[in-house]
């Protein structure tokens, strides 16, 4: 088979791969957004049934996630080391216009929940315009040997005001966009049916748009091992669920205490050969009284104790943290059973996982900066070195802030290094801290020199005369 050259060639094969992979993608998004399957599931259930099933689910994906995606916050950008240049302005301004700090987030997001997501630079009339893509709208050919580097990207979305299908292929030299209705068989009224996924009837518009580029405008996060944080212990999420789901049904079932008669058998017809109806006879009521015939006596059934399932649930659940590297606390906010060691051990190792993945997106944000700043005819060599800047992974809150800060000053560390290492403030922040530092100085000297002025001043001291034998005595003497 010829190796792909034209995005019409790339086309096919990009669809293809798309949609192969969005069952997977499809089951982990379910793991997120409260609608993950069912601990059990017949095919004649009740509709009743199934809504009880789905009070036993919790979004577990969405609590792993974000545990890791909460501690990277980007929070400045320099271009050798400086934030005032003109490409460095021009970079911060790129970032705040395309709203960055919510689209990083999306794309983190992505990445952390399927393996892999996208940053795509758009060029919108000499504007860079930055999205943060789905690996369930997008999809892209990578060098096997380097997968950072892309060779081909594939983007549709649909509008439904123009009824239309769009998609977006990028390769080595040039972009084309296609476009396809969006009902599989528009010809048939009877038969609107639309279409679900990415593959079929593409039509081009126009021909390639040839570009200078070399590589398509589009940045890859892949997470390590290509899969979500959660994906590798779905098991365990299905097992800790279905435990949740025993303890409902029992706790259920004890709103129902089973009751039975003892001591012999009611009779079945009163006294004119009519049929009883001890349903009716023995209805639950707070003051119903019951009138049993001599000799016979109630049974009712004892509760279970849950609270064993319910330390089995805590178990799976803790086995869940461990794996994950997710802090208990943070799955199970009530974690006095904890030991602190336990507590440290996960919590560091959520921040040995949390940098990892920074770093990779670290280099992914750098990267489509960089292309954004070229759409906007800011050119940087290979030696100018961009950096997107980030809060300390293991210091998000200010707790964990102040305290390692106060630290940091007890040793005899600096407050800009404090600020910028610990506090992670950027250096915007850094700057603007400095400011009003010298303000505050400027103001207290003003306030001091204000009461000094204000001061009554001391009454002038007289030269005392001593006496001697009733008579003064020189001052001097």
């Known amino acids: 088979m010829p190796t792909p050259i034209t995005p019409e060639d790339w086309l096919p094969i990009l669809t293809q791969r798309l949609d192969a992979n969005h069952p997977r993608f499809k089951l982990l998004t379910r793991y997120t957004n409260g609608d993950a399957p069912l601990p059990e599931m017949g095919a004649n259930v009740r509709l009743s049934w199934i809504k009880f099933q789905k009070m036993s689910r919790t979004n577990w994906g969405e609590l792993i996630r974000d545990a890791v995606v909460d501690r990277i916050v980007p929070n400045g950008i320099v271009i050798n080391g400086k934030n005032d240049s003109p490409e460095a302005k021009a970079a911060q301004r790129i970032w705040r216009e395309n709203r960055m700090d919510t689209v990083f987030k999306d794309w983190l997001r992505y990445g952390t929940t399927y393996g892999r997501s996208f940053f795509t630079v758009w060029n919108n009339k000499g504007k860079a315009v930055i999205t943060a893509d789905s690996p369930d709208t997008m999809w892209a050919a ?18 439904l005001d123009a009824k239309l299908d769009y998609a977006m292929v990028w390769t080595d030299n040039a972009w084309q966009r296609f476009n396809r209705s969006i009902y599989v068989d528009p010809s048939i009224p009877e038969n609107m049916q639309v279409w679900t996924r990415s593959s079929g009837k593409w039509e081009p518009e126009g021909e390639p748009t040839p570009t200078l580029s070399t590589e398509p405008p589009v940045f890859l996060y892949q997470n390590p091992g290509g899969v979500g944080e959660f994906e590798a212990h779905l098991d365990l999420i299905n097992r800790i669920n279905h435990g ?37 006879v023995f209805e639950a009521a707070p003051g119903a009284l019951w009138n049993l015939p001599e000799g016979l006596d109630i049974w009712e059934s004892q509760p279970t104790d849950v609270r064993p399932l319910l330390d ?20 199970i906010p009530d974690s006095a059973n904890q030991s602190a060691e336990g507590a440290k051990e996960t919590k560091e190792g959520l921040i040995f996982k949390a940098t990892e993945r920074l770093t990779i997106a670290a280099v992914g944000a750098v990267s489509a900066l960089r292309k954004a700043l070229e759409v906007e005819g800011y050119v940087l060599t290979e030696d100018d070195r961009l950096e997107v800047l980030f809060e300390p992974c293991q210091m998000v809150t200010l707790g964990e802030k102040y305290q390692a800060a106060s630290l940091a000053k007890a040793a005899g560390e600096s407050w800009r290094s404090i600020a910028r290492n610990i506090l992670g403030y950027s250096p915007e922040q850094i700057a603007t801290d400095a400011i009003d530092r010298a303000d505050e100085l400027l103001a207290g000297m003003a306030v001091a020199q204000q009461l000094q002025a204000a001061a009554p001043k001391p009454a002038a001291q007289q030269p005392q005369k001593a006496l001697t034998n009733g008579q003064p005595k020189p001052v001097n003497a």
């Open 142 to 159: 990578h060098d096997p040997l380097q997968p950072w580097k892309v060779r081909a990207a594939l983007r549709w979305w649909r509008d």
């Open 312 to 331: 089995e649930v805590k178990d799976h659940v803790r086995q869940l943290s461990a794996v994950t590297r997710t802090p208990f606390s943070t799955l």
């Open 244 to 280: 949740v789901l025993q303890i409902l049904a029992i706790t259920a079932m004890q709103a129902f205490r089973q009751r039975g008669i003892k001591g012999g058998l009611l009779p079945q017809k009163d006294d004119q050969g009519n049929d009883i109806d001890w349903t009716k």
